[in-house]
């Protein structure tokens, strides 16, 4: 296995390893961001035994003890397996998170206490880098669910949302909502809940201009419109499941 390192923003850098027998043959694609301010934040720290692959590939962008900001979508191994074995290598390095998951797993998991992020708590980052945290319980799972956006570039960190198959391009201008819904067909990842259609058009009123995808490609283009359509999916699965449900009792 490898890493792949793709800058898909101005001092955003995506490390993108592909497990071919994950989901084969399309294989499936983890993805973590390096945000490369003068308070350098990873997003996603790769899963635990992946920590010597992703290690070696963030020492090709910056020196791996000058990490400063250690993030993550939820608690779960692929999100942040590698927490402690970055924090060991980076004595500076927190975990940032927001204040369920801080609550209910990290404050005992993490090696050092983590950074409670408040929903829409900002990080200043430096060199023209900056993150906001949104809190979006149980969206796609995870009770602690959040994202990060990057204000500058307007890069939407959205973490498990449009998870899809395959080892595409670092970035893509083409649809990413149809191959969205064929991974939840498959998978079913998404802990179905009520709340789900408005979380995620929520999301679009930060006006995104990249959806950077864990599992898939990032997308440039009209990403409102990329979540409108993915909420809307999940209200008529919500609705088709709530049928199905009420047909069978
Ligand atoms: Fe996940
Ligand atoms: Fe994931």
């Not at 490898?2 to 994950?22: T, W």
């Not at 939820?74 to 998951?101: I, S």
């Not at 408005?198 to 979540?227: K, W």
Request: glycine residues 12%; negative net charge; aromatic residues 6%.
């Amino acid at each position: 296995m490898e890493a792949k390192i793709d800058e898909v923003a101005a001092g955003i850098f995506r490390l993108s390893v592909h497990v071919p027998d994950i989901a084969p043959p399309a294989g499936f694609t983890f993805n973590h961001f390096l945000l490369r301010g003068d308070e350098p934040l990873l997003f996603h720290t790769g899963l635990r035994r992946m920590f010597p692959l992703l290690r070696d590939a963030v020492a090709r962008l910056i020196p791996p003890e000058d990490l400063r900001w250690i993030a993550f979508g939820h608690y779960e191994a692929d999100e942040c397996g590698a927490m402690n074995e970055w924090m060991a290598v980076a004595l500076q390095a927190q975990v940032a998170h927001g204040q369920t998951g801080c609550m209910v797993s990290l404050n005992d998991m993490a090696d050092r206490p983590p950074r409670i992020l408040e929903d829409g708590a900002r990080i200043e980052l430096g060199r023209g880098l900056a993150v906001r945290y949104i809190d979006t319980p149980h969206i796609p799972h995870g009770w602690d669910a959040g994202v990060l956006h990057e204000e500058g570039s307007g890069t939407l960190l959205c973490g498990d949302l449009f998870t899809q198959l395959g080892n595409g391009a670092a970035l893509t201008t083409g649809d990413i909502v149809g191959p969205a819904i064929a991974a939840e067909d498959l998978f079913s990842f998404s802990s179905l809940n009520p709340g789900m259609g408005a979380t995620i058009r929520g999301l679009a009123r930060l006006a995104p201009r990249r959806l950077a995808l864990m599992h898939g490609p990032t997308f440039e283009g009209d990403a409102a419109s990329a979540l409108g359509a993915l909420a809307d999916d999940y209200d008529r699965r919500i609705g088709q499941a709530l049928s199905a449900a009420r047909g069978a009792s």
